[in-house]
């Protein structure tokens, strides 16, 4: 990305959960949060297949259907079982694609704790599957994975998960495998690290990591190669 256009940009600090973690698998939650700033996004999303075992398992989320309609729910400690206000993913991604139009004139970087592993190839095949893949284009210039940050900036650390960095760095629990409190523990995280300014120079364009994360599904798909770890398992 042009250092012109990257310092224009805002950084807009995002994480998805899903049904699980193969290029089949789709969006559960969208959850985002400018840098700097309070101004924070949310949507659940009704899946149309079934969350996997250990998606379920991290996120106590599940699909039930009442009168034919899937509706999405969220399991608590306590056994009691929430229904979640969700929309289906073409109507999550528009209304998440509109949130980002407006956080800037000049665009946005996308920032995700393990975006090159997970959340990147899962948002582009999204987009990709409810033709949207322009449109997202619009407000978006740019991808950045903080994990290559953290690293440069605590490179003595002996974990760079995001649970065990927020334990390191900020001493806070949080809410783990809820996307909205992720994204609040990385908002923290940059804004302690103060690592602004490096996300913004790492950051490549929207067209080269898209082209990248088309071509990997596509060639993984072919070859029925198993996809990356997700970040939960690093």
């Given amino acids: 990305l042009e250092e012109a256009n990257a310092a224009r940009a805002t950084v807009v600090l995002f994480d998805l959960e899903t049904t699980g973690f193969s290029y089949q698998?789709?969006?559960?939650?969208?959850?985002?949060?400018?840098?700097?700033?309070?101004?924070?996004?949310?949507?659940?999303?009704?899946?149309?297949?079934?969350?996997?075992?250990?998606?379920?398992?991290?996120?106590?989320l599940f699909v039930g259907e009442?009168?034919?309609?899937?509706?999405?729910?969220?399991?608590r400690e306590s056994f009691r079982e929430d229904e979640l206000d969700a929309v289906g993913l073409s109507e999550a991604l528009a209304e998440f694609c509109e949130w980002l139009k407006v956080q800037s004139s000049s665009g946005v970087?996308?920032?995700?704790?393990?975006?090159?592993?997970f959340d990147?190839?899962?948002?582009?095949?999204?987009?990709?599957?409810?033709?949207?893949?322009?449109?997202?284009?619009?407000?978006?210039?740019?991808?950045?994975?903080?994990?290559?940050?953290?690293?440069?900036t605590k490179p003595k650390s002996s974990s760079y998960r995001l649970q065990r960095l927020a334990g390191e760095v900020l001493g806070t629990e949080f809410d783990w495998h809820n996307a909205v409190s992720e994204t609040d523990a990385l908002h923290e995280l940059v804004a302690k690290l103060d690592v602004g300014d490096e996300l913004r120079r790492r950051a490549d364009t929207y067209r080269s990591?898209?082209?990248?994360?088309?071509?990997?599904?596509?060639?993984?798909?072919?070859?029925?190669?198993?996809?990356?770890?997700?970040?939960?398992?690093?």
């Fill in 25 to 60: 698998d789709q969006i559960t939650q969208i959850a985002a949060r400018v840098m700097n700033s309070d101004s924070k996004f949310s949507r659940y999303v009704v899946p149309t297949c079934a969350i996997t075992a250990k998606a379920g398992g991290l996120t106590g």
């Fill in 66 to 75: 009442i009168g034919g309609t899937r509706k999405l729910y969220r399991r």
């Fill in 109 to 117: 970087i996308l920032a995700a704790h393990g975006l090159k592993t």
């Fill in 120 to 152: 990147l190839r899962m948002l582009i095949a999204s987009v990709e599957a409810v033709d949207m893949l322009s449109a997202m284009e619009e407000p978006v210039v740019g991808f950045v994975d903080t994990i290559p940050v953290f690293k440069s």
């Fill in 209 to 234: 990591c898209k082209t990248r994360a088309l071509y990997l599904k596509r060639c993984r798909v072919a070859r029925q190669l198993p996809v990356p770890q997700s970040p939960t398992d690093l």
